[in-house]
């Protein structure tokens, strides 16, 4: 199936800046994101409350949903320096 969505220059240059740094055409990138929103809607709609999971079940719920994310082509500064830098402190 084909679907044509009119979407802004600027939509379009973030679409392909974010697929080029993950190493992907643009059209499995678009699909990838695709796919991956419609699966966490059905997971939020159809699954229990997560309040209501043992710990064990969380964890791994977790650890799945972290490893279908790509990793990051760079590695993330999250120190404190990181984060404050250049803001005179």
Not at 22 to 34: A, H, N, P, Q
Not at 78 to 89: A, L, N, P, V
Request: proline share 6%; with cysteine.
């Amino acid at each position: 199936m084909t679907i044509h969505i009119p979407i802004s220059p600027q939509t379009e240059a973030k679409l392909r800046e974010q697929a080029q740094a993950l190493g992907k055409d643009i059209t499995s990138f678009v699909l990838e994101v695709l796919e991956e929103k419609l699966a966490c809607s059905a997971s939020a709609q159809g699954e229990e409350n997560r309040e209501d999971l043992p710990a064990e079940q969380w964890i791994i719920r977790l650890r799945e949903w972290a490893s279908s994310h790509a990793p990051l082509p760079y590695e993330a500064d999250d120190s404190r320096e990181g984060i404050y830098e250049g803001r005179g402190e």
